[in-house]
């Protein structure tokens, strides 16, 4: 169990992450017994829940019901929402300063502001590439290029670039959205450096994505780089020239660079932190999720950790409140792996066990939609 040195009394949430997300509604349920000021900085008033992505993509539902609105959450959890965005920090001063120019005086910092996606570092003079995060920056590029492959002005192809699970996941819903908004047949590519699809994931899984993506009509292409998007075409190593509505970056997930810039103690970019999720070289700094590394024992960049984090912060809050020792975070070791398939259908994975089909995007759907229901307060302004 971690140790308070002293009692803090300004508490910054920086970010509306899933983390921060399942914090506040946990405290609006049971609030500290001692009082404390508690701010919430985040760039936008929603919080797109990325689990259910895909599905927006593939048409399933509209944006707005993967939303989830962070200021009815704060007003229900005592805390004051500021709209904006933390850019540096001055940790040994305790000074967050946004975007803004505003500065915020904390106690204890948490920082939940999730992830960036890593740079293609290729000519793209007419910005064809397109990072699906930040995500409704994605989506409308998306609608954009659905209208014009439907137009004739540009033509009906997609490129996906990175075939992890997230690439592949979208990859699919992209390849269901074309086959049922177009008339003409539709070319969607998968593209990623290494020799495998889904590489850090079990066998039976990759067996069974790479069976949907053929089924599918999905071009793979491994072992293959993505060296330009010129003149409407995307190019590869392989010297071939695909022309493109669309490419999609999904090449993994890259830390926010002013991270690094700060006296906190980051492992590839990311803030090293405890047992009990505080800065290993400033205690008085919290993370999680994307913007955190565990050092009890590394995990993947999964939203699943980010929303297990979050009763912790919640609990650690009371704590550092009451002047109580911190409590610790403790990650399961494997958890059930949920990847839609493009149409109705998922598969799911666990130890190596797969199941896949209709009964299973139903699952995956209702894991979604519950997780959005309970946070989705109608309380605020």
Known sequence: MGALSAQT?????AGGGHAHAVALRLLSERPPKTPLRLTVVAPDTQNLYSG????????HWPVDAISVPLQPLCKAAGARFVQDAVIALDEDKRIARLASGEDIVFDTLSLDIGSGIRQLGIPDPDEIAVPIRPIKTFLSRWQDAIQQ???GAAPPAVVIIGAGLAGIEVCLAIRHRLQTALTKPARVCLIDASDEIAAANHPALRRTLATALTRAGVQVLTGTRLTACENGAAELSSGDRIPVALVVNCAGSAPHP?????GLKTERGRVEVDACLRSTSHPHVWAAGDTSYFTPHPLEPAGVFAVRAGPVIAKNIRRLASGEPLTEFHPQSDYL???SLGGKRAVAEKYGLTVTGSLVWRLKKSIDFSFLSAHRLTTGD
């Open 9 to 13: 009394r300004h508490i910054l949430l």
């Open 337 to 339: 792996k949920l990847v």
């Open 52 to 59: 259910a992505l895909p599905g927006v993509i593939a048409g």
């Open 258 to 262: 002013w991270v690094s810039e700060t």
């Open 149 to 151: 492959m439907e137009s």
